[in-house]
């Protein structure tokens, strides 16, 4: 009976262990410009999303949504750090967008989201 206290509670020093590790790697967004809300000026703007890990590049986009529903994808920077999507967004006309964005972790998990904001 001893054996099986000492295997349980291995097993669970071990589980408390690896929980929190395996959460972290899921990509959350750190910080974004624009921000979410935010309202910007100018026809053109400068995005870029930098999450708590690292992200696969090749699998994770954006897709710029017009006030109109318009959905344009933009291209992410290729000088882009691992943890960051850059990109430029040209010839936006006045009014509410959204930048609707989705990446996929280095654990294999793909997270997204939506970001609006007002161009002035």
Known sequence: MRVFVRIAVLLSAIWCLAGPSAVSAHAIIVSSAPEAGATVSGEAVAIRLKFNSRIDHAHSKLTLLAPNGAAQALTSAADAPVDELKAEAARLSSGAWRL????????????????????H
């Open 100 to 119: 609707r964005w989705q990446v996929l972790s280095v654990d294999g998990h793909i997270t997204r989201g939506d970001i609006p904001f007002i161009v």
